[in-house]
């Protein structure tokens, strides 16, 4: 990550809706910013804190942010996810945490994003995913798993979650999906599992009860 000297960025972008109700967005990209900030406003429907130097984030930092939709803190340095940081957070649809230094993911990192449609875990370091670590995000639709150190998916490890559209697998260290590990799913699911810029998206049927293995 580039560690040269970068000018702050704040940027806080309000506006009244007809019915009166604040809405804002909290702009702070590139800002240098080593920790989550403590005055984030309580209306705000878009954090974007990408491309600082974040390591950790603790439970009450957005506790109160019950309106926020989108937070996006990618190229951080984040390594650590306190137990119901994003508990008040059940408005949330996006949640973008890709290139960062994750290495265990729980889930009760995910307590309270009933909301949650996009998870982003790219290009971390994640080397196992527990059983079922994503069952409370019933509405998620599109996971990001590329670029970890998985070695082995698990049969029971998307247990919970029925409504995936597009599953990003490729660059990781396991070359076959065990059997039956998404016949649950009720949505049709589109999964990347080679090199994206080679090979198409598989579709694969909620039904399929075979293994599937590629080079």
């Not at 265990?104 to 307590?111: G, K, L, N, P």
């Not at 009933?114 to 998620?140: G, M, Q, T, Y």
């Not at 590329?146 to 409504?163: A, C, E, Q, R, Y």
Request: charged share 20%; net charge neutral; proline share 5%.
């Amino acid at each position: 990550m580039n560690s040269l000297p970068v000018a702050a960025v704040f940027v806080l972008v309000i506006f009244q809706s007809p019915a009166g109700y604040e809405q804002a967005e909290y702009l702070k990209p590139k800002s240098g910013l080593t920790e989550i900030p403590s005055d984030l406003p309580e209306n705000v429907k878009l954090i974007n804190l990408e491309g600082n130097f974040i390591s950790e984030i603790k439970h009450d930092l957005f506790s109160k942010q019950y309106h926020c939709a989108i937070l996006k803190l990618p190229e951080n340095e984040l390594s650590s996810i306190e137990k119901g940081a994003f508990r008040n957070m059940y408005r949330l649809h996006t949640l973008i945490l890709w290139v960062n230094k994750l290495k265990v993911i729980r889930s009760d990192m995910f307590t309270g994003l009933s909301s949650l449609k996009c998870l982003a875990l790219d290009l971390n370091l994640i080397e196992h995913l527990p059983d079922r670590v994503f069952s409370e995000l019933h509405r998620l639709q599109k996971l990001q798993l590329s670029g970890n150190l998985l070695s082995v998916i698990t049969p029971d490890l998307f247990d919970g979650i029925t409504s995936l559209k597009n599953l990003y697998l490729f660059g990781n260290k396991f070359t076959t999906l065990p059997a039956g590990v998404l016949s649950h799913m009720t949505e049709r699911l589109f999964v990347t599992l080679g090199d994206p810029r080679t090979d198409k998206d598989t579709p694969l049927s909620k039904s399929t009860d075979t293994q599937v293995t590629w080079a």
